[in-house]
């Protein structure tokens, strides 16, 4: 796993977990947390196990909501009962012993902390969530609990990067519609009227433009680094039929 010393205080526990140290085989080989995917399901419950393993928590203790590309937030107290509803791409918490974890395979997975209030949250950043406001709402949610964007640390994990990233014209015209000074984001690729994104700089963007204290991004691109990572595009382009999930993961420690 990586771990990001901006995060690293006293009763805050992070992890950017890689690919690496899971039980699953061939397109999912690693640690594969997805539910949703068509792995072995023994497989992805001991790579949760695993996981949650290396926060001496149980994996009961490992909250992952149901991601739908959305910019909703889920404030929680608990793990989730059986008639709760899990839809949301945003977790936050001001209780130890939960944790936190966010699926990736591309998208941005946000890790945020402020060790003052003792408040912390996970966030799936995908271009939809970031241009819907996942940033600010999971900080307003952090607020809600005590939190001060100003003391709020924030890092983006392993994301797709620019040079991996093409795009067509209709999705920078998006972008352009809701703020012209998003064209800094876009650089014309080699296929005319395509354009490479670069979403990790949108999502900093995002980050900075909401006031947090801290952010900063890890730089390592999925797309890229197929040892280390799992990549919905990569598998895409290769017609593969299904890919693993990785998982981001924070918790508070202590009482």
């Known amino acids: 796993m990586i771990v990001a010393e901006e995060l690293d205080h006293p009763g805050i526990r992070h992890a950017f977990f890689t690919r690496q140290g899971g039980v699953s085989n061939g397109l999912y080989a690693g640690l594969n947390i997805g539910l949703g995917s068509d792995d072995v ?18 994996v009961s203790r490992l909250i992952t909501p149901h991601q739908i590309h959305s910019a909703d937030v889920l404030t929680v107290t608990a793990p989730f009962g059986r008639d709760d509803s899990r839809h949301g791409d945003a977790l936050v918490t001001d209780r130890p012993g939960l944790l936190l974890g966010i699926a990736t395979a591309d998208c941005g997975p946000v890790l945020f902390a402020d060790p003052k209030a003792r408040v912390i949250g996970a966030a799936h950043s995908g271009w939809k969530g970031a241009i819907g406001g996942i940033v600010e709402n999971t900080l307003t949610a952090m607020e809600a609990l005590g939190a001060h964007r100003s003391d709020v640390t924030a890092v983006l994990g392993p994301t797709i990067s620019k ?48 006031g947090v204290g801290a952010a900063r991004a890890l730089g390592r691109c999925t797309y890229a680094e197929e040892t280390q990572f799992f990549s919905y595009r990569r598998t895409t382009h290769r017609g593969e039929p299904d890919y693993g999930r990785l998982l981001s993961a924070i918790t508070l420690t202590g009482s």
């Open 163 to 210: 040079k991996a990233y093409e795009v067509g014209p209709e999705f920078r015209a998006r972008f352009l519609t809701d703020n012209l000074i998003f064209e800094r984001f876009f650089s014309p690729s080699d296929k005319a009227g395509h354009f490479m994104f670069d979403l990790p700089g949108f999502i900093l963007h995002q980050l900075q433009e909401a």
């Open 41 to 58: 399901r023994e497989h992805v419950l001991e790579n949760r196990s695993r996981a949650a393993d290396h926060f001496s928590l149980p």
